[in-house]
């Protein structure tokens, strides 16, 4: 049985003084910092476990004392320094790389505003309640959005899991938010003229993504990680790799958007990305949005973002009569309950 003697705490804490009084055993390392350590003696070898917050430190150190009461052998990996939210969230960026994830620039974009907010947290000690609460704090973020972070934030947490680096997942236990039914918000056609009447004046290079956009409804991140090689001119198909899966589909281009891919193929710099800019260098496009934007401005078109342009080319499938199985496929849905949003649209039904 190992022997562990820890230190003691001080007589205003046993004595049920108020939280800020000093506890011997528990301590700020460095000043300020926010991360607090506990330091104990284990057969004569003094030990320290760096833990986060002062409260959760002193709870560790008060298990730590009824557990070598009890007899409890110690982790075998306490002499490991605690992994925190910064550096789980850097090896899960680091994963995503490795692995060619077509969605790792919005999941890096995620994980660094958690490593910025949550980051200085012990992995270990952050609990459900605090990630709902630090949710629920952005007020700004639709529910939608809510939900995407804390996708991105459990992802870590199952890849640190598999290496046992941390003890558990948090984030399993903070129940989801309604999302509703989203809603759809799709161009109509006097939009189209006018936003098609802006981009010609303001940023011409971007027509053909936005055609392209109008006739596919691929979602932005499949859009613009687009390679030539994803495309087999001779039977006109685009072959898109969906960004959550390994699974992958093919979508036949109409005349339209045939046209526009021929066009750029005859322009091509190079055999990788499609979509590339015309006023930085022919550079690959990132993201369109700020572009995007003060066309809809120029245009007087409200309430409309770039993914708009899926909801209108799915929304005009069902509404030209197209079976719902058919544009579950087109669209990538991973289930027709998600097509059967569009549904009101088919003809002969009301629309909302």
Not at 108 to 119: H, N, P, Q, V
Request: proline fraction near 4%.
């Amino acid at each position: 049985m190992v022997s562990v003697v820890l230190d003691y705490c001080s007589r205003e804490l046993m004595a049920g003084k108020k939280s800020s009084a000093k506890v011997r055993g528990v301590y700020e390392r460095d000043l300020g910092s926010g991360i607090w350590w506990i330091r104990f003696t284990e057969n004569g070898k003094i030990r320290r476990e760096r833990v986060g917050r002062r409260s959760d430190a002193i709870a560790l150190y008060q298990k730590r004392k009824a557990d070598a009461r009890a007899g409890i052998m110690l982790p075998s990996n306490l002499g490991q320094r605690p992994l925190d939210i910064a550096e789980l969230g850097e090896e899960a960026k680091q994963w995503y790389k490795d692995h060619g994830k077509r969605d790792i620039r919005t999941f890096t974009s995620r994980m660094d505003l958690i490593i910025k907010e949550l980051g200085s947290r012990a992995a270990d000690s952050l609990k459900p309640k605090e990630i709902d609460n630090w949710l629920g704090g952005h007020s700004e973020w639709s529910p939608a959005t809510k939900n995407r972070y804390k996708t991105v934030l459990s992802k870590a947490y199952q890849l640190a899991l598999r290496s046992d680096r941390v003890n558990r997942n948090p984030v399993r236990s903070v129940e989801r938010r309604n999302e509703g039914d989203g809603r759809i918000r799709y161009l109509r056609p006097e939009e189209e003229v006018r936003l098609k009447e802006a981009i010609k004046r303001l940023c011409p290079g971007h027509m053909p993504a936005l055609i392209f956009a109008l006739h596919t409804g691929l979602r932005k991140s499949e859009q613009f990680g687009l390679r030539w090689s994803d495309v087999d001119m001779s039977r006109r198909v685009i072959i898109v790799p969906h960004p959550k899966n390994n699974r992958s589909r093919e979508i036949t281009m109409n005349e339209t958007c045939f046209a526009v891919i021929a066009d750029l193929y005859k322009k091509r710099p190079d055999d990788d990305r499609i979509f590339r800019s015309d006023r930085y260098n022919k550079r690959p496009i990132i993201d369109i949005r700020k572009a995007f934007e003060r066309a809809l401005k120029e245009a007087k078109i409200e309430d409309f973002t770039w993914h708009c342009l899926r909801h209108t080319f799915i929304t005009r499938l069902v509404q030209a009569g197209v079976d719902l199985r058919t544009v579950q496929y087109l669209a990538g849905h991973q289930s027709l309950a998600m097509t059967g949003r569009y549904a009101h649209f088919a003809p002969g039904l009301n629309q909302a």
